[in-house]
């Protein structure tokens, strides 16, 4: 290369430089973020009461009365407990269903203790699901019920937060249900 051609591209390199050149700038105000912002809020919302509009129309129920019928958790009679509670309930007499979701009678076990407390006339009655994470260290190889281990499926009559009944049996734990469904029946 020569002198003169080095110094023409000098030349053109310093006249693309003091060309103005047209760059497009535009700037997003902080008022258009809000505005973009406000806009997906209310479009969100719209949505969302749309939704809810169409499936009452859908379903034409009111569901308001659930919350007025004056029915307190705590009066329902067949709840699922946690093994830590089965001595520390309200009720003074109450049964106790633990079950081992591996038990080939869960199921029907299962029924009879809902149609037992079906019965108008009944002690109160709770459940404890041995598969519940919160009760897995209570499955033990060796069942103790006084210490709250339980091998499997378990009945287990408590009063005055003492067990005073245990029934360990899947077989004998039916039976003793449905002779308890049957004195209800006559109660």
Not at 33 to 56: C, D, M, N, P
Not at 62 to 82: H, M, P, R, V, W
Not at 158 to 165: D, P, S
């Amino acid at each position: 290369m020569f002198v003169g051609d080095k110094m023409n591209q000098m030349k053109k390199i310093q006249k693309n430089k003091t060309k103005p050149q047209n760059i497009n700038v535009t700037t997003n105000s902080s008022e258009d973020e809000v505005r973009r912002f406000g806009v997906l809020v209310l479009a969100i919302v719209i949505v969302l009461l749309l939704v809810y509009t169409i499936s009452v129309l859908l379903k034409g129920k009111d569901y308001s009365s659930i919350f007025d019928n004056g029915l307190n958790a705590s009066e329902l009679q067949y709840n699922e407990i946690l093994v830590g509670t089965i001595l520390k309930q309200k009720d003074e007499k109450y049964y106790v269903l633990v079950i081992e979701r591996e038990d080939p009678y869960a199921d029907i076990l299962k029924r009879y203790a809902e149609n037992y407390v079906g019965e108008t006339k009944h002690e109160p009655f709770y459940t404890v699901d041995l598969g519940n994470l919160f009760n897995k260290t209570a499955k033990k190889e060796d069942s103790n019920p006084e210490s709250l281990v339980f091998k499997g499926t378990t009945l287990l009559f408590v009063e005055n937060g003492e067990i005073k009944e245990v029934e360990e049996d899947s077989n004998n734990i039916a039976i003793a249900l449905v002779k308890m469904i049957k004195e209800s029946e006559e109660a």
